[in-house]
């Protein structure tokens, strides 16, 4: 069975730029959601999807926005790029069936310059 | 707003002896989590406990939650290298975001 796959795993870019992030889960998983991971704040929640709806945001600026598609595929976009928002973006996969597990996929190292 | 404290924060310790890490949130959960993390890597998904009361043990590994103390803990019995990792726990509460302690890098000392 397949992992979750994140695409793509490193990323440069510079200040004021945007950036697109994809996340395919698991076969059969319609939930996905999306952490940033910094030395300093931590493993911070953004968003969770299930069926191509948001079902929840964390605390993050309008900057940051995502979306799920049909296939289960989810994305999420940074828009004007800060250096702050240098981090690596962690998808989870979630499943609602039997024991509840979140999978992590690999990551994407973001690195604003 | 639902706070999660792990301690310690570091812990070095030498192979073959045992130790606990301690996982305190602040409102009734759902569920909680323990996460293993090595450098540069992404969260590999070590336990999920349910229930008050809830044990579960892998190898050397065994987490506990007890929900009336709002407590989990990892134990970690005659350790080896292998172990060297941040171990986190992160709590669910109504929905499936999960809110994560700060972690324990544990480094294991031959």
């Known amino acids: 069975k397949a992992g979750v796959t994140q695409t793509p795993r490193y990323l440069i870019k510079t200040r004021g730029q945007q950036v697109t992030l994809s996340c395919s889960p698991i076969s059969g998983h319609r939930s996905v959601s999306w952490y940033q991971q910094t030395p300093g704040q931590g493993l911070q929640f953004l968003f969770e999807y299930f069926s191509e709806t948001q079902r929840n945001k964390g605390n993050f600026p309008g900057r940051f926005s995502g979306r799920q598609f049909s296939n289960s595929r989810s994305e999420m976009n940074v828009s004007t790029l800060e250096l702050g928002d240098s981090a690596l973006y962690l998808c989870a996969s979630i499943t609602r069936t039997g024991a509840p597990e979140q999978y992590f996929g690999p990551g994407t190292r973001l690195t604003v310059t | 707003e639902l706070k999660v404290e792990q301690n310690p924060l570091f812990l070095s310790m030498q192979e073959g002896k045992n130790y606990t890490i301690y996982c305190n949130y602040s409102?009734?959960?759902?569920?909680l989590y323990w996460y293993r993390q090595d450098p540069g890597k992404s969260l590999e998904s070590l336990f999920v406990?349910?229930?008050?009361?809830a044990v579960k043990q892998e190898g050397r590994l065994m987490a506990s939650l007890d929900t009336k103390a709002r407590l989990s803990t990892l134990h970690i019995t005659a350790a080896v290298h292998d172990l060297s990792a941040t171990y986190f726990c992160?709590?669910?509460?109504?929905?499936?975001?999960?809110?994560f302690g700060t972690g324990t890098r544990l480094t294991i000392i031959p």
């Open positions: 409102t009734t959960s759902d569920r």
């Open positions: 406990l349910l229930s008050n009361g």
């Open positions: 992160a709590v669910v509460f109504g929905n499936e975001k999960l809110t």
